[in-house]
Structure formats: C-alpha cells, structure tokens
C-alpha cells in the first residue's frame, strides 16, 4: 500500500520505518525542515533502538522517503496517517492546532478518495472535527474518510512494540475505511479491534490514565513503606503475581514523566470537566506524581543537614532508559528542586547529556558517569539506564567524599550497597 505519515516525531518516524518494512511503500513528511534533511542524510533525529538500522535498510530498498513538501506526500498515498502532535494548553487541554493544520493541509490537496488516519492522541470527538476540517478546506467534494487508530508504542521499545503490539484499535464510521487499515495491519499477528472513532479516542486516554495511576497508586504504597518499615520490592512481588493486578508498570520510584502521561492525564480530566464530570482517581494520581520528587528532596534535606552547597551527582536525565527524549523528565524536576535549595548538580547521561546542556542552567553535566562522582555527598539515581545498575561499586565509592546514594529508580539491592560501604535509601526500601 502506498502510505503517507504526517509529522515524523517519534511516533511518525517508528509508524513510517515499520510500515515500510512491512513492504509498503512510506512516505514520511514533517513541516520542519531540519529534520527531514537529517533523515535525508540517513541519520536519526531521535535515539530509539534498532530504529536507525530498519529506517536505513527500507530506505535504501526504496521504500521509505522524507519530504517537507505536506502537499506531495497527501497527492503519493490514499492512506494518510497523522502522527503529529498534542501537547497540553494552558488548562491542560489537548492543543489541537497541529493536527488542524494537517486536516486543512490534506483538505487543500487531496485529488481522490483518501483515508485520514489519526494515530495523534486526540480528545475524544476529534475525528468528527479533523473531517469537518478537511471538508471545509477542499476547493471541490471528494470522498474522504477519518479513522482513529491511537498509537501505544513506549518510548526506548517502540519498534518491537510496533511489530508485536498487544492490540490494534481502530475507531471508524464507515467499515471500507476501517477494513483498508485493517488489512495494514494484517501481517502482525495480534487481535485487531474495530470500533467506533469516540471509543478508540476515548481507549488511548484511558489506558495511559489507568498505567499512571498504578505507577502514582505503588509510590504512595512505597510511601507507606517508608513510614512502616516493609519493602516496596516484596509488597509489589506479592501483590504484582495476581494475574488480576500483574507486575508490569507498578515498579515505585520518582514517579512518571515523558511526552505522554503528563499531558494525557491532564487530557483526560479536561475531557470529563467539558463533559460535566470530575475524574477524582486521575487528578489524585496526577497530585500523587507531582509530590513525589519533592518528598525525595526533602528526605535528601533531612538526611544529609541541607543541601544548601552539597555537591550531588544526578544519573540520568532522559525520562526513562533508552531513549533521547527529554520532555517533563522527572530528572529535571528533581534537579531544579534540588538547585533550589542551593545544590551544586553534576549530572550525567548515557545519551541525551549533549541535549540537556541547552535545556538545564546553573548545573554542570558531563560525559562520564563516574566524572559526576568525583568529591559528590550523595548521587541519585533518577533514570534507570542499564548501565547504572552494572557500575562498580568500588570505583564510585572511591571518588565520592560520602558514599551515600539516593536510588530513585530501585535499581540497587540495598544489602549489595551496604555490604560495599554505601548509605543507601531507595524509594519505600527497607
Ligand atoms: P513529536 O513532537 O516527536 O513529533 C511531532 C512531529 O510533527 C514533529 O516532528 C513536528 O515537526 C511535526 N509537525 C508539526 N506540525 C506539522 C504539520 N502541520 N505537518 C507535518 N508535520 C508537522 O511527537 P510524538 O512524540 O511523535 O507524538 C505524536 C503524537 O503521538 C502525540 O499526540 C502523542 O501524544 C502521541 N503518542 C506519542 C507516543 C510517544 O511515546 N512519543 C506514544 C503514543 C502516542
């Protein structure tokens, strides 16, 4: 099938890459310039694993083009994917602007009959706007229809996630549009779900909501287990083993961030407020989330006498592992607090610490974990890349002036830590 994916951010350049090695024919548009052109070279925009490979391979195969021209990549396909995207209003709204800019876009240039695809997570009645959009910008009527297909790729596994989906959604009025995406779909092997557009939008919120609200419901579990004194790691092995609750996303810690649980649960509750309902469980989770750094600081506060000069080594600035994406990383909250109680940070990253330098004032970040070490009075952990848990424990205790570590991700195993020499607090560790 020929396919054309609007916005080629990280949810666009993983759709385009894996369609085309599905044996499509892609092409993948975006309006900024700098980008493409970096695509055009062979090089990634963004870090995700085994994307550069796949993205060169199809390319070089022919199958897999970049273009800023919006009005070629609509005329190249009849399915037109719209991956662009959503960030949060003033009141935390979904901010809608990118994808109207496409819908009119792809009004203005389409010349037969299209499949509008909006894989963008969008507030639930979007796609009967984003047709009334395109409707109103075609110079003469031509048949069109709008599909939700909302996109449940995690950063740093997007690819495999991609290609080994639990589900695909598919909300659409009309059955022929939904059956072409259907058919898209076909060669993974996976339950395809066809729905209605308001249910598929509807699904994408409610999912990211539920696992934010599992990962604010564990740290206010760890919470508890800071003041009892039981371990968050055996509550959470004990309680995580019922098939009815399951392990995955319940690990507790410094909280969540990222470019989609931040902005989706305030989506949500501005959805329910416009429809006359008050989401208590989510607003309580998105509070839960936003005291979890601070009561981390205030503990580093307490047990340290004041971090007013304290020289602290920060692991970690991406807001998860194995990926380059910096947006609402809980590493710069837990920085800029820290900063604010007059800290000296030195931080580091395996990826992004190239990135983070324009983006963090007034703190030091350099190009080797163990650099961050020398002389600190504590190092936290605030992403939890795989390489912090393998470090050597010997090294690191040797260039900081007081072996005390802060392990916001519960990577460490508190007795290996106390065993070498550390004071080591975890986040609802005994
Ligand atoms: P992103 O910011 O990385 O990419 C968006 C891209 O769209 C940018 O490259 C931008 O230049 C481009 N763009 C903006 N306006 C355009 C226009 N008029 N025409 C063409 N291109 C345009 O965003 P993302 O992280 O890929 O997210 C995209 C959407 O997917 C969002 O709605 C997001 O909520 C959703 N989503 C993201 C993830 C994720 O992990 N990042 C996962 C699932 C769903």
């Known amino acids: 099938m020929k396919i054309s994916v609007m916005g080629t951010g990280y949810v666009g350049l993983v759709t385009g890459t894996c369609f085309a090695d599905l044996g499509n024919d892609v092409i993948c548009a975006d309006i900024d310039e700098k980008k493409i052109a970096t695509l055009k070279r062979g090089e990634s925009p963004i870090y995700e694993p085994r994307l550069i490979e796949m993205m060169r391979m199809n390319a070089d195969m022919g199958r897999l083009r970049f273009t800023t021209d919006i009005e070629e990549a609509v005329r190249a396909s009849e399915v037109i994917f719209v991956a662009v995207g959503t960030p949060p209003g003033p009141d935390g709204e979904a901010d809608l602007s990118q994808v109207h800019a496409v819908a009119e876009a792809v009004g203005k240039a389409m010349d037969g009959y299209r499949v509008v695809v909006n894989k963008s997570t969008v507030p639930v009645g979007t796609g009967f706007s984003v047709k009334k959009t395109i409707a109103e910008n075609q110079p003469k009527k031509i048949d069109f229809d709008v599909v939700s297909n909302p996109e449940f790729l995690r950063e740093g596994s997007a690819i495999q996630d991609f290609m080994y989906p639990d589900r695909v959604v598919i909300g659409c009025q009309d059955h022929k549009a939904g059956d072409i995406i259907a058919e898209l779909y076909a060669p993974l092997d996976t339950d395809i779900i066809i729905t209605d557009i ?25 919470n508890i287990c800071d003041l009892v004194g039981a371990d968050i790691k055996e509550v959470v092995n004990g309680v995580g083993k019922d098939s009815r609750i399951n392990p995955a996303f319940f690990g507790a810690g410094i909280g969540y961030g990222g470019s989609c649980f931040p902005k989706d649960t305030t989506a949500l509750i501005d959805i329910a407020k416009r429809a006359g309902y008050d989401m208590k469980t989510v607003r309580a989770a998105v509070d839960v ?128 830590l106390r065993a070498a020499g550390f004071e080591y607090y975890g986040v609802g560790r005994k």
Request: glycine content about 8%; aromatic content about 8%.
């Open 289 to 416: 989330n936003d005291k979890q750094r601070a009561m981390l600081v205030s503990r580093m506060d307490g047990i340290m006498g004041g971090l007013k000069g304290k020289k602290i080594a920060v692991w970690g600035l991406s807001f998860k592992p194995n990926t380059d994406d910096l947006r609402e990383s809980p590493a710069f909250d837990l920085i800029n607090l820290l900063k604010d109680k007059g800290a000296d940070v030195t931080a580091y990253d395996p990826i992004t610490s190239g990135a983070a330098k324009e983006l963090l004032s007034g703190v030091t970040i350099v190009e080797d974990a163990y650099d961050a070490l020398e002389g600190a009075d504590s190092l936290v952990v605030a992403t939890d890349w795989n390489m912090f848990k393998e470090a050597e424990l010997s090294r690191m205790k040797g260039l900081m002036a007081r072996p005390l570590v802060f392990d916001g991700r519960n990577i460490y195993d508190p007795e290996k």
């Open 198 to 222: 308001l249910s598929a939008e509807l699904i994408k919120y409610a999912s990211n909501a539920f696992l934010a609200l599992k990962i604010s419901y564990i740290n206010e579990i760890a």
